[in-house]
């Protein structure tokens, strides 16, 4: 019998009856062609096997025909897999969440149930700890919403669906609220939310047992930020928001006890020359299991950011720019060893693989890259005998 494992990081871990360190890696999509990428036929949620031992990763296989399936979340069981429906710019009308069980060892994937998501565009999920409710970001009406998960795995109804309210600095980007993530904190008490339009940071204190979601608190960003997406460090003391906008991370000190962000300083994601640069945006933030290292995908600078993070202060330092081998590096993540990063690439359709030196963090390509159309999700689950 093969029973899946669990472990801390954004993304599941696994090893594998078959091969020791075999995991399998799961790549969201869009489904539909882009202006920047019209040659795109992607067909839904794909699936590749990962080899910890080597970094090789095999050609991701179709796991589930759906629709846009932009950001994908597992369940801390490695049972199940959740996923928002997103058509991509312009159109945003898609507005479902689909639950999934995983069928082990192939890593294929059956429909449990389709409900509606809560708001209009959803963009991004996340299953908190316990594996009792599923939260999602909703970019085109500027909400968030919560939904029970069923023991079997299947997605129960909106529990609730709030909207953000104002407007940032950029008249083009930020005519209202804009809703781009959200993520339960280490102590599963809470849930911060970004909202790219109002240039603030949500607290939401979370009810896992009736899948409810309330207002706590927020915090700002400097004006014209576009906060994405977020990471805790591992000690629980800090929270890394990537600003898409300014092309920024910024870090906060968190209070466990109260909910409560304070915004320490704020960094430029790029080399110095580039700083000037306009029409860049970062994507997503993943902090390295020691707690030493934080990255971010620059997406329109087709670079990893590689900052060393000092665990007692949350300072940031820059120590590289990465190229990732394609363009639009929409989204990453480490695997639980944190020796290997997987890339995907959304425009130029494919995924490389990158090994991670454990002493100072820095990035180096494998030379391995595999091919699938409009990757715009990554993450990884183990299998254990």
Not at 164 to 176: S, Y
Not at 265 to 272: N, Q
Request: glycine content about 8%.
């Amino acid at each position: 019998m093969i029973r899946p494992l669990l472990y801390l990081s954004c993304s599941l871990l696994v090893s594998s009856a078959f091969a020791q360190n075999t995991q399998l890696v799961y790549f969201g999509t869009y489904t539909s062609p882009t202006e920047t990428n019209p040659t795109s036929r992607s067909k839904g949620i794909y699936v590749s096997r990962f080899d910890a031992d080597t970094g090789a990763l095999s050609a991701p296989k179709l796991a589930a025909r759906t629709t846009s399936p932009s950001f994908v979340a597992l369940h801390p069981s490695g049972q199940f897999l959740y996923v928002v429906g997103e058509e991509p710019p312009p159109l945003r009308a898609h507005s479902e969440v689909s639950a999934y069980r995983i069928k082990l060892p192939s890593g294929d994937l059956r429909l449990l149930n389709r409900v509606p998501a809560g708001g209009k565009g959803p963009c991004q999920i996340a299953v908190e700890p316990e594996g009792k409710m599923a939260m999602t970001a909703q970019y085109a009406s500027g909400t968030v919403a919560s939904h029970s998960l069923e023991k079997g795995g299947a997605l129960g109804k909106v529990k609730t669906a709030l909207r953000h309210v104002g407007r940032g600095v950029n008249e083009e980007r930020q005519e209202g609220p804009h809703a781009h993530s959200i993520w339960p904190t280490p102590d599963n008490k809470y849930a911060l939310a970004c909202d790219l339009g109002v240039d603030k940071v949500f607290v939401y204190k979370m009810n896992p047992a009736d899948g409810t979601l309330s207002e706590h608190g927020k915090v700002s960003l400097p004006p014209g930020s576009g906060p994405r997406h977020l990471a805790f460090h591992p000690n629980g003391r800090f929270v890394f928001v990537n600003n898409e906008m300014l092309m920024t991370v910024s870090t906060f000190a968190y209070d466990a006890k109260k909910g409560a962000l304070k915004l320490l300083r704020t960094v430029s994601t790029l080399p110095k020359a580039d700083r000037n640069r306009t029409g860049l945006s970062t994507a997503e933030t993943v902090v390295h299991p020691n707690g030493r290292f934080v990255y971010v995908s620059n997406r329109t600078h087709d670079t990893i950011a590689v900052f060393r993070c000092d665990p007692q202060s949350g300072k940031l330092t820059l120590i590289q720019n990465a190229p990732t081998e394609g363009r639009i590096p929409r989204n990453f993540s480490l695997d639980r060893t944190g020796k290997w990063m997987v890339v995907a690439h959304q425009d130029s359709n494919t995924a490389a693989v990158f090994s991670v030196d454990p002493v100072r963090g820095k990035l180096r390509f494998t030379g391995t890259k595999v091919s699938l159309d409009s990757p715009v999700c990554v993450r990884f689950l183990a299998l254990q005998p």
